[in-house]
């Protein structure tokens, strides 16, 4: 069992084609070790007698053209699921059963994946650390009370930790990146438009894209290729020419130019962080990729702009969890009074920090100074990235400022939380697809993460890149299994 | 601009002109809703053409019917309007029970349609009013308060359906010229087929905008929007009862708050209903889940195709090719199904005779009985025929009223209504010329006393050769035999 566990997911589909595992083995392998590990509290909800009903049925009348034959799969609790309570980390879902399905989830569904349960994650994808959930902290696996990064914490905790092959995260200011490298795993935000946002719990709908979050490259290509579908149920799914991403990895990068943006030599950078993007050009330069040091002048601004946009978004996006329709509602003396009681007692402090901060900077006599503003800024930072990408292919950067902090350690002060993000926002902003790739470790042994910024829609050249840096890197992770009952 | 026959408010030696601009929120024919596919049909069981999207589910997103972008752009070419090829879909942020979303998917600064006009009809000529702009929109469901005692009741069916706000330039002056802007509005958007503009199912209803100014200034006064009036007569009322209310405060020295104000039916009064400083602040910003949405000059071109003859057109058309007078071919040309039925009419038969008997007998029945022209109990088929009948002397005009009520209620052709009751027109002069004998005959007195110089007793023997042949003898006929035999 513990065989089953420690294999990729692309490895786990080789051996169930070869019938050398079934599903059920599998889905029982992964529902064995969730149930021992509950203290890092990665579920807010399981499907377990579901899942292995699905995977008895597979293996009845098992069909080895499926993309992921059989394999068991938690997602994170912001992707809606048809009959399963859906609660995007927040007391005010707490009790919502969905009767519709994700188009990203359905993707999965649709090529033999099996659902084993809903992931934990910041409250309604807002958070840095998974503190933010109704449902409580995430632990990470790395380490003892360590945070496991956020929003999609529940995710990247549930990965690292083994308790599932593979999993999807949302990312919007870099959820998916920044818990991927706080827990030794791969994440990757596509391209804004690659992968449907129906049926996921919007946050900001700008910036909102889910993606894969994987143990390898491979993985994550292999995943891509089954949720980047083009969607006429979302407006601003593009309608592009996907690649065949995990067919087409390659560990050629020679001649590749990678720039080096030096805006992101933040005051304050730790020399662990510092030393491993040093590297990490190395390493690139030793596989033959070209390096250049570029600039992208509006950087600075980013995370600011960020911290308008997407909770103005988001405070009109959360406005129709008002008590009426769906979800908690505590009743009042009249209409406005159950409005008041319903959102102040169903969102948690940080949800109401960004709806007002939202609901201000939309304000008239506000907009022009602040989301006009920051609309602009917005158009700056995405020129600076076109005119990088007209000398380079990529950008690497280090996916977070730091590396994991303990829960607790950051609660009391939203700002050093937000900076977190500071190398992650750029992209959502921008619309771009990034990666964030384990690349090391920090004096804890907490892992590191350096981040690929591609050109849009080029998913496979990012891909690569990361695949032929994994393969020198060999990270390990090498968890103690300390959290196992 | 019209200065005959002003509507102007009198107090003391002051006279104020009325300044009125409509916002008019047409509902936009189309059998899906502006952003989701459930149905529109109106007076459908409650909460049952309600989609996920329209009772905004988490994660549900909002995706755009073309059909109502092509009727808002065919309602702007129809109103001689700029069409914008690129428009903005925008948030209006607000909080209410029947507004699930939590704001309503509009246009704010963006509208899909920009600057157009509409000609009135006035008394002394024709008047041009200029609209601002068109924008689309999603309704609102309905809270309904008045069936459950303690609860107000949520009916989405309306949430999401598309409506197009139409914005007039503060161009009108009276009641009257309200009446006639909506009137022609209706009948343009009928026309186009865009809003079936049925204002007692709330197809059509408007903000009214009222301020008042001195007559010769130049300066608007302040206005006050009256909110949500369904129906010409009480836009009229509440625009009377709002331009006297301001011009009593004026007159004693006051001034005008800008304010949103109800018109009470039941009271015929306008009632504060929020200040400005109360005004909601609605965050308008881009919508994040709907790209701009751009227009092709291909896509405006095809449907600028499918315009159909309008009504200012075929009012000319009507006045030139059939000699209509201009009142005339106004009536037939208000409705487009009045001037189908109209043109069907006069393919076979008399233009003047089917003018007279559309505007007068038709017209009264329809009336009488509360229907559309597309509802008639008279074919356009069977009119025609009769008005041939006439126009032939088959039978007379008199007879033809006979008929035409028979035809009311029985939906027959007139041929065989007058087969059946042998209504047929007694036109022989021989045998005519027998019955006016009998008449004569019978009658010895008063021959003399016609003889005598009585000359109003001919009416007498007519009526007495139409006795005999129960009305069915051609009068003309009956007049020159009389004529004749009596001198």
Avoid at chain 2, 116 to 136: A, F, Q
């Amino acid at each position: 069992m513990s065989d089953i566990i420690n294999l990729t997911l692309s490895a786990l589909i080789d051996k169930i084609k070869k019938k050398e595992l079934s599903s059920q083995e599998i889905t029982n392998a992964y529902i064995a070790r969730a149930e021992k590990s509950k203290d890092l509290n990665t579920y807010i909800t399981t499907d377990f007698e579901n899942a292995i009903e699905k995977a008895k049925k597979f293996d009845e009348k098992a069909n080895f053209d499926y993309k992921l034959p059989g394999v068991p799969l938690a997602v994170k609790d912001l992707f809606c699921t048809n009959n399963l309570k859906t609660t995007a980390g927040s007391k005010i879902l707490s009790n919502f059963i969905p009767s519709y399905e994700s188009t990203v989830t359905q993707h999965l569904w649709d090529e033999g994946a099996i659902l084993l349960g809903k992931l934990n994650c910041d409250e309604f994808a807002m958070g840095s650390s998974n503190e933010t959930s109704f449902f409580g902290n995430v632990e990470s696996p790395v380490g003892k009370k360590v945070v496991p990064g956020g929003s999609s914490g529940g995710s990247a905790s549930a990965l690292a930790a083994k308790l599932t092959p593979a999993t999807i995260g949302t990312d919007t200011g870099g959820s998916i990146r920044q818990p991927a490298s706080f827990t030794g795993t791969v994440g990757l935000k596509p391209t804004y438009g690659s992968c449907s946002r129906y049926g996921i719990v919007a946050f900001a709908s700008s910036l909102d894209q889910a993606g894969p979050m994987t143990q390898d490259v491979s993985d994550a290509a292999l995943i891509l290729d089954v949720i980047s579908k083009y969607d006429i149920k979302d407006s601003t799914s593009v309608n592009f020419k996907r690649g065949d991403y995990f067919k087409s990895l390659s560990s050629n990068i020679k001649g590749k130019k990678i720039g080096i943006p030096k805006e992101y030599r933040v005051d304050g950078m730790p020399k662990e962080i510092e030393s491993l993007w040093q590297d990490g050009i190395t390493l690139l330069k030793n596989l033959g990729a070209k390096i250049i040091d570029i600039s992208l002048p509006h950087t600075n601004y980013a995370l600011p702009a960020y911290y308008i946009v997407a909770p103005a978004e988001a405070s009109s996006n959360l406005a129709r969890y008002d008590g009426v329709k769906y979800g908690y509602r505590s009743e009042g003396e009249n209409l406005i009074s159950m409005y008041e009681n319903t959102r102040s007692e169903g969102f948690g402090d940080e949800v109401k920090r960004r709806i007002m901060i939202g609901t201000y900077v939309l304000s008239s006599g506000y907009y022009d100074a602040y989301y006009l503003k920051a609309q602009k800024i917005r158009r700056l930072i995405k020129n600076d990235f076109d005119e990088a990408y007209k000398s380079v292919d990529a950008i690497l950067t280090p996916s977070t400022p730091s590396s994991a902090f303990k829960i607790g350690d950051k609660t009391d002060d939203p700002v050093s939380m937000y900076l977190n993000d500071i190398f992650t926002v750029p992209v959502n902003l921008s619309g771009l697809p990034a990666i964030s790739i384990p690349a090391g470790k920090d004096k804890n042994n907490y892992p590191l993460g350096l981040q690929l910024i591609g050109k849009a829609f080029e998913e496979q050249n990012l891909l690569n890149i990361s695949y032929s840096m994994e393969k020198e890197l060999s990270f390990k992770n090498n968890l103690q299994d300390w959290w196992i009952k | 601009m019209s200065k005959n026959k002003e509507y102007l408010i009198k107090r003391g030696n002051s006279e104020y002109e009325v300044i009125i601009g409509l916002e008019v929120h047409a509902q936009v024919l189309s059998k899906s809703k502006l952003f989701s596919d459930s149905p529109t049909n109106f007076g459908a069981e409650p909460n049952t053409q309600v989609s996920l999207v329209d009772a905004a589910f988490p994660g549900m997103l909002p995706v755009i019917n073309e059909f109502c972008i092509k009727q808002a752009v065919k309602t702007g070419i129809g109103l001689n309007a700029a069409i914008n090829k690129k428009s903005i879909f925008d948030r209006k942020n607000y909080f209410y029970a029947d507004l699930p979303q939590g704001y309503q998917i509009s246009q704010y600064k963006d509208p899909i349609v920009g600057e157009g006009s509409i000609l009135l009809d006035l008394p002394d000529g024709e008047k041009k009013v200029g609209i601002e702009r068109l924008h689309l929109e999603q309704d609102a469901g309905k809270s309904i308060h008045d069936i459950d005692p303690q609860n107000t009741l949520v009916d989405l069916n309306r949430s999401g359906v598309a409506l197009m706000e139409i914005v007039s330039k503060p161009d009108l002056r009276s009641p009257e010229e309200v009446n006639l802007y909506i009137k022609k509005l209706r009948s343009i958007m009928r026309y186009l087929g865009t809003c079936d503009g049925n204002m007692q199912e709330g197809s059509l209803r408007a903000d009214v905008n009222v301020s008042i100014r001195k007559t010769g200034d130049k300066k608007l006064g302040t206005r006050c929007e009256i909110k949500n009036v369904n129906s010409i007569k009480f836009m009229q009322m509440a625009i009377e009862y709002e331009a006297n209310r301001q011009a009593d405060i004026l007159e004693k020295g006051g001034s005008i708050d800008q304010e949103t104000r109800l018109f009470d039916t039941k009271k015929n009064e306008t009632r504060s209903m929020r200040s400005k400083e109360d005004a909601h602040d609605y965050r308008y910003f881009p919508d994040p889940d709907l790209l701009p949405l751009e227009l092709t000059d291909d896509f405006i071109s095809k449907i600028k195709k499918e315009i159909p003859e309008l009504p200012d057109e075929k009012k000319k058309r009507f006045v030139d090719k059939f000699k209509l007078t201009s009142y005339e071919a106004n009536i037939l040309v208000s409705d487009i199904e009045t001037s189908k039925y109209f043109e069907d009419v006069i393919k076979n038969s008399d233009i003047k005779l089917a003018t007279n008997w559309i505007t007068g007998e038709l017209f009264a029945l329809l009336n009488d009985r509360n229907l559309e022209i597309s509802q008639s109990p008279i074919s356009s088929k069977n009119l025609s025929s009769l008005i041939n009948l006439i126009k032939e002397g088959t039978i007379s005009g008199k007879i033809a009223k006979t008929v035409f009520e028979i035809m009311a209620n029985e939906s027959k052709d007139p041929k065989s209504i007058i087969d059946e009751k042998g209504l047929k027109q007694q036109s022989d002069p021989k045998e005519i010329e027998k019955i006016v004998d009998d008449v004569i005959k019978e009658n010895p007195k008063n021959v003399e006393l016609f003889k005598s110089g009585k000359d109003k007793l001919f009416g007498f023997f007519v009526g007495q050769v139409m006795k005999k042949t129960d009305g069915k003898a051609n009068p003309k006929l009956v007049n020159d035999i009389l004529k004749k035999k009596l001198n």
